[in-house]
């Protein structure tokens, strides 16, 4: 089953309560807390403090979407330890993480074995107090194309170790269908968006205007029969009147593909 929710960075300016309200008149289920801005790294007091008003607006907490980058490895398990505990009070079921901070082309295998090593790690301290670890599937990590993001998920091979997916904006539509069926078996949610490529440079763009792409990615995710978030990411102009318009599209695709 999909469920439908908001990604807090999509509006950094606003506070948790305001994006709360939002997220509540929009009458989607859930939203993933931006541990950069809105639940900070440690920050326990906030943590408690947005979870609770998540929970009394009927809302759940989807995900915690830390911007942990693994980089060095004792620096980076030091660092991870304040993300786990506030994903902890924030009720948090997942953290979502970087895979790096290079892209697959320049990674060697030193590298790669680097990563997988403190995905493990990671996996393990998450897993023991029952919080999963995702992937975002992004560039410049090792997640950046379709083959090296199921490589990754592979030989890493940890079943708390999974991975989100968003459409990469420098693939084709039918290259970014097989990338989301490759990672299915290991897909936890989807951030949803429209950006397309003009005179060299991306644009948001309103989600109705993407209803086909989305509607066909969103009917691969649900064909597995797992619950999945699908959670807006970015709208045009930052505008919460836009969200407000997208959040309608997304409700109208899930409603969709669930009746499918």
């Not at 943590?47 to 609770?52: D, I, L």
């Not at 950046?144 to 693939?171: C, F």
Request: proline share 3%; glycine share 6%; net charge neutral.
């Amino acid at each position: 089953m999909i469920h439908t929710g908001l990604v807090s960075v999509t509006f950094r300016k606003l506070k948790p309560i305001q994006i709360v309200k939002l997220v509540s008149l929009a009458q989607l289920e859930g939203i993933e807390w931006g541990g950069d801005v809105h639940v900070p790294h440690g920050d326990i007091d906030t943590a408690r403090e947005v979870y609770k008003q998540t929970v009394e607006s009927g809302l759940s907490v989807t995900s915690y979407g830390s911007y942990y980058r693994m980089d060095t490895e004792d620096k980076n398990l030091d660092d991870f330890k304040k993300v786990l505990d506030t994903a902890l009070e924030l009720h948090a079921p997942m953290i979502r993480v970087w895979a790096g901070n290079k892209g697959s082309a320049s990674a060697d295998e030193n590298w790669w074995r680097h990563i997988i090593n403190i995905s493990r790690k990671i996996g393990d301290m998450a897993g023991k107090v029952n919080i999963a670890i995702s992937y975002e599937y992004h560039g410049n990590t090792l997640t950046d194309t379709n083959g090296s993001a199921l490589r990754l998920l592979k030989e890493v091979g940890h079943n708390n170790i999974k991975s989100y997916w968003q459409p990469p904006v420098n693939m084709s539509f039918k290259e970014r269908i097989a990338g989301l069926k490759n990672i299915l078996p290991y897909l936890t949610n989807v951030h949803v968006f429209r950006w397309v490529t003009h005179a060299s440079k991306i644009e948001r763009r309103p989600l109705k205007s993407g209803m086909d792409e989305w509607g066909a990615y969103l009917n691969v995710v649900s064909d597995d029969g797992h619950d999945h978030n699908a959670m807006i990411e970015f709208v045009k102009d930052d505008d919460t009147r836009q969200f407000m318009e997208d959040a309608n599209v997304l409700k109208k695709l899930v409603k969709e593909c669930t009746n499918v």
